[in-house]
């Protein structure tokens, strides 16, 4: 299995432009989480889904920022307009259909906003 | 809101040192607690999970155990590497889905 996998791995964007982060779970998890990962606030979930549904965006910042799950094997997390303080590295992670299971992560997208 | 808290902050010690990282948390009404480790500029790894049933889970050099009425939880890690250089995070997950994070743990080994 190739794990979590995310794309790009590193963007950099000017302030103002549209980024999009992309995930492929696991295949056969039906949880997906995305997390954002600074050096001043760590690791905070943003938004997870479970079944491509989203169940909880609480950690969503602003509406500059939206996430899709359009089908079990791809999601997408969106910010537009970007912002400098945006910048961080997005992390996307599966799990399992059984609850105990833990999460996958993936590597990781690190953004730059400039 | 559930609280992680991770001490100490950074940690260096001579390789073949026993060391214990500790984790403790707010709300001890908790799903699993989790152990993680990242490299720099990598992801996240799993090392153990333990469900709030258990009091302690093994693997290899390392060991986690679980208090959950007094909200605290440590990683021993015996026999240290230089190769066990890295941030060690704990995280909880209450009766939802989430997983609240710590701030982690930068380990050195000194070779």
């Known amino acids: 299995d190739a794990g979590v996998i995310q794309s790009p791995r590193h963007e950099v964007t000017e302030m103002g432009q549209e980024v999009t982060l992309r995930c492929k779970p696991i295949s056969g998890h039906n949880s997906l989480f995305w997390y954002r990962q600074t050096m001043m606030r760590g690791l905070e979930l943003l938004i997870y889904?479970?079944?491509?549904?989203?169940?909880?965006d609480s950690g969503m910042p602003e509406d500059r920022f939206s996430a899709k799950m359009p089908n079990a094997s791809f999601s997408t997390l969106k910010i537009q307009p970007s912002e400098p303080r945006d910048s961080a590295v997005y992390f996307c992670a599966s799990r399992g259909r059984t609850g105990r299971q833990t999460q996958y992560f993936g590597p990781g997208t690190r953004l730059l906003v400039l | 809101k559930q609280e992680v808290t991770q001490i100490p902050a950074a940690l260096s010690v001579p390789e073949g040192e026993n060391l214990v990282l500790n984790c403790s948390f707010t709300?001890?009404?908790?799903?699993?607690l989790q152990w993680f480790r990242q490299d720099p500029g990598k992801g996240l790894t799993s090392l153990l999970l333990?469900?709030?049933?258990?009091r302690e889970q093994t693997s290899g050099r390392l060991n986690a155990s679980l208090d959950k009425s007094s909200g605290r939880s440590t990683l021993y890690i015996a026999a240290s590497q230089p190769g066990d250089s890295a941030t060690y995070l704990c995280a909880v997950r209450p009766g939802a889905n989430n997983l609240f994070f710590g701030t982690g743990t930068r380990l050195t080994v000194i070779p």
């Open positions: 709300d001890s009404a908790i799903y699993n």
């Open positions: 333990i469900q709030s049933s258990q």
């Open positions: 889904f479970n079944n491509n549904v989203p169940i909880d």
